[in-house]
């Protein structure tokens, strides 16, 4: 039957040929070496198109090499009418192919790649064979493919983990997420966490401290539980799809609704029949306010959760190249659980320590609403135009700055705790003031608010890097073959601070823009998350931005040097060092 199906599609394409593309057009195949013993075989897939994953063939002229097993990435799951349940490729697929050589030094091949593909308009191709050809460099003056991405910190955490027993990856993952833990990506999670505490006011204890973070710490375990299961499962980043200006801004507008209720303008509960449903449910969490922080804890993972930059990036990467949902959903929880571990010595202490009545228990209330409004600052920063961050900034610290009575004088005796917190005042507002003054002067750094006063405002537009964007792997791909020198690809987001934070600190350093004179510039901007976004990440296992990829005059990955997460103009100029091509 399947025979007749098959034969029923090769005449349908006879009669509609002029409908369907060429099969050499529709599926263009490509070979580079990724060192001396591995072969990338790589298919450029037009749309509308797929090919069977069990389809391919590859084979060799000469007895100078053998193939080895090929290495397959993750295919879609289709019910084909010919060949029932398969797996296929969409778009592109790179696939890895061994190579057993008998013969030393470079070595030039001639490769025969057959594949099998259909249109999903309704036709079906024989299988085509198609030749290409590539040059096999000498193993010795190659690093090995197994090394690939091992030069940045995430390709060395995923190698690490590689030939790692179950146990000793869970072990990993908790002491990855105790690191995590004194990471700023966390911080904003102890106000949040600190302000339910100091919400509860006399209720406040040790049990309803420790109680209250870990139904916090367990709801962002949970997220980051689901995040490894998809990583599992697809090799890709969810939460990245969250990270856009209209989800960061909604997620703010949370914690300002939150700080207010914080300032006594409000205050949030349940209504009074859920509350009285819940607390059945919710014991000692009187009016269902567990689950409530449950919620809270899953919201601020997800908020978080991709600016956790190197060690989050291998974890995934490690469990992307498994393929294990199970094994990836309980890493991220013991993770989780890693980096919780101080929110709940915060929640116990907060319990304990923290005021049970009187007017500090107010003034302890107000500070945290500070500090969650801070955070909603923090979240928008990267999608909001520089001088409305800085603005928000100055306003942030003069206000508080002026109920800290920094403004009124201090009583003839005052004690010393007075005195302190007039100085912390006075700091805050001098600050506030600067920031204030710098951003009307048309400074856009908040680190240097003055610096436009005094004429050495940050780098203007013109000497910004000249980067060229590309959009797609075929682009890429086109023109780092063209560029005939080193090549330097920088993957960007809007809502990516620690790109931001590349952009200001180090590519507008004079002595990073000298070294990279001697480069192609290229710049693939994936705000959008968009199918080709996606692509051009995983063609080089990235999970996201950050992440910096270097290519020699020839077109080859430099694959002992990445860059993934933030590095200062120093260290830069360390990693260019180690590309060959810097001045």
């Not at 490729?89 to 470079?106: C, D, F, T």
């Not at 908790?174 to 990506?185: D, E, N, R």
């Not at 989780?336 to 202490?349: H, R």
């Not at 987001?493 to 290229?522: H, N, P």
Request: hydrophobic fraction near 50%; include cysteine; proline fraction near 6%.
């Amino acid at each position: 039957m399947r025979i007749l199906l098959f034969l029923f599609s090769l005449l349908v394409s006879l009669a509609h040929a002029d409908e369907f593309l060429d099969p050499a057009v529709a599926f263009k195949p490509s070979v580079r070496a990724l060192d001396g013993q591995t072969l990338e075989v790589s298919y450029e897939i037009a749309k509308g198109y797929y090919l069977y994953r069990d389809k391919f063939r590859f084979a060799v002229d000469g007895d100078a090499v053998a193939l080895g097993t090929a290495s397959y990435p993750k295919g879609k799951e289709k019910n084909d009418d010919n060949f029932g349940k398969v797996e296929v490729y969409y778009k592109s697929v790179a696939i890895r192919l061994p190579v057993e050589r008998n013969a030393s030094g470079p070595l030039a091949l001639n490769l025969k790649v057959t594949a099998q593909g259909c249109a999903d308009a309704g036709v079906c191709y024989p299988p085509q064979m198609q030749p290409v050809s590539v040059t096999l460099p000498d193993p010795a003056t190659t690093p090995s493919a197994s090394a690939a991405g091992e030069g940045d910190e995430s390709g060395m955490i995923a190698a690490t983990l590689k030939n790692a027993g179950f146990w000793a990856i869970l072990a990993f993952f908790f002491v990855a997420g105790l690191g995590l833990s004194l990471t700023p990506c966390v911080f904003p999670m102890i106000p949040i966490l600190s302000g339910i505490i100091a919400g509860q006011g006399h209720k406040a204890s040790h049990a309803r401290g420790f109680a209250l973070a870990l139904a916090y710490v367990l709801g962002m375990a949970v997220t980051y539980a689901a995040a490894g299961v998809a990583a599992g499962l697809t090799g890709t980043l969810v939460s990245s799809a969250l990270q856009n200006s209209w989800v960061l801004g909604s997620f703010a507008l949370v914690f300002v609704v939150l700080s207010f209720s914080m300032f006594g303008f409000y205050e949030l509960q349940l209504p009074i029949a859920l509350q009285s449903k819940l607390s059945e449910e919710s014991g000692h969490l009187q009016g269902g306010r567990g689950i409530g922080v449950f919620l809270m804890g899953a919201l601020s993972a997800l908020i978080v959760g991709p600016c956790v930059a190197a060690p989050l990036a291998g974890a995934l990467l490690y469990i992307g190249q498994t393929g294990d949902a199970v094994l990836g959903g309980t890493a991220l929880f013991v993770m989780a659980l890693g980096m919780g571990a101080p929110l709940i010595a915060v929640g116990v202490a907060g319990g304990s320590l923290l005021p049970k009545t009187g007017p500090w228990m107010e003034g302890v209330k107000k500070a945290f609403g500070v500090l969650l409004l801070a955070t909603a600052v923090w979240l928008v920063s990267p999608v909001v135009p520089p001088v409305a961050a800085m603005l928000a900034w100055a306003l942030l610290l003069i206000v508080p700055a002026i109920y800290l009575h920094a403004l009124d004088p201090l009583p003839p005796h005052a004690k010393g705790w007075q005195r302190f917190w007039k100085g912390i005042g006075i700091v805050m507002l001098l600050t506030g003031a600067a920031l204030l003054i710098g951003a009307l002067s048309g400074s856009r750094d908040p680190l240097q608010p003055l610096a436009g006063l005094r004429g050495t405002a940050a780098a203007p537009e013109a000497q910004r890097l000249p980067f060229e964007r590309v959009a797609s792997v075929a682009e890429l791909e086109a023109k780092v073959a063209a560029a005939g020198k080193p090549v330097m690809l920088d993957f960007y987001a809007d809502w990516c601070v620690s790109c931001k934070e590349m952009e200001k600190f180090t590519f507008a350093d004079r002595g990073i823009q000298a070294r990279l004179a001697a480069y192609t510039l290229l710049q693939a901007d994936v705000t959008a998350n968009s199918a080709d976004d996606k692509a051009l990440l995983a063609r080089f296992g990235l999970f996201g931005p950050p992440g910096i990829i270097f290519f020699d005059p020839k077109g080859q990955e430099i694959k002992s040097v990445r860059v993934v997460g933030f590095q200062d103009a120093a260290q830069f100029a360390k990693t260019l060092q180690k590309t060959g091509a810097a001045g």
